[in-house]
């Protein structure tokens, strides 16, 4: 009598058939992991924006003698027995896939010595502009803000925020 061999385990079929689902279904969550995270660094981008103008707020009241940090340094650099206005990770200008870009007012209102941080001198105004590090990967809006604390954005183009022209009309 022949004897039938039985055996057990996945033909190489079945485990081909199973390795495309996986990839089908990896193709199809991918884009939305990746549009999620953009949306979590846009929202992160708007709260380090609204940070800066709090903070320039701050430093106007108790220690710019109603003039704005000229730097994101010098919001950073706490005055003698503080804490400084933004934290650290924010001073490098570079948070969560946007840069952030700090631009001085045109007219000094204190010198260095006057600040009660002593690091810089303090303006009439300034602009904090924020940009996507790969534009449409990182994030696909620009962020903007004043000494009005409005903050503005604008995703139809990339500007660079050293050259953003604060009459440009964002929405």
Same mark, same amino acid.
């Given at each position: @009598?022949?004897?039938?061999?039985?055996?057990?385990? !996945?033909?190489?079929?079945?485990?081909?058939?199973?390795?495309?689902?996986?990839?089908?279904?990896?193709?199809?969550? &991918? =884009?939305?992991?990746?549009?999620?995270? @953009?949306?979590?660094?846009?929202? *992160?981008?708007?709260? *380090?924006?609204?940070?800066?103008? *709090?903070?320039?707020?701050a430093f106007a009241a +108790?220690?710019?003698?109603?003039?704005?940090?000229?730097?994101?340094?010098?919001?950073?650099?706490? =005055?003698?027995? +503080?804490?400084?206005?933004? =934290?650290?990770?924010?001073?490098?200008?570079?948070?969560? /896939?946007?840069?952030? &870009?700090?631009?001085?007012?045109?007219?000094?209102?204190?010198?260095?010595?006057?600040?009660?941080?002593?690091?810089?001198?303090? !303006?009439?105004?300034?602009?904090?502009?924020?940009?996507? &590090?790969?534009?449409?990967?990182?994030?696909?809006? !620009?962020?903007?803000?004043?000494?009005? /604390?409005?903050?503005?954005?604008?995703?139809?183009?990339?500007?660079?925020?050293?050259?953003?022209?604060?009459?440009?009309?964002?929405?």
């Amino acid at each position: @009598m022949k004897r039938i061999q039985e055996n057990d385990g !996945f033909t190489l079929i079945e485990l081909l058939i199973v390795v495309a689902i996986i990839g089908i279904i990896a193709a199809i969550a &991918v =884009p939305g992991l990746l549009r999620a995270r @953009m949306s979590g660094n846009e929202a *992160s981008a708007i709260g *380090s924006v609204r940070t800066i103008s *709090s903070a320039q707020a701050a430093f106007a009241a +108790s220690c710019g003698g109603g003039g704005y940090a000229a730097s994101l340094a010098a919001l950073s650099t706490p =005055p003698p027995a +503080s804490v400084g206005f933004i =934290p650290a990770d924010l001073a490098t200008g570079t948070k969560q /896939g946007y840069t952030f &870009v700090h631009t001085a007012g045109a007219n000094q209102i204190l010198p260095q010595a006057q600040t009660c941080n002593n690091i810089a001198n303090s !303006f009439d105004g300034f602009l904090i502009s924020g940009s996507a &590090v790969t534009q449409g990967q990182t994030g696909v809006r !620009f962020f903007a803000t004043d000494q009005t /604390g409005l903050i503005k954005t604008r995703n139809d183009v990339t500007i660079d925020g050293a050259n953003f022209d604060a009459s440009q009309n964002l929405q």
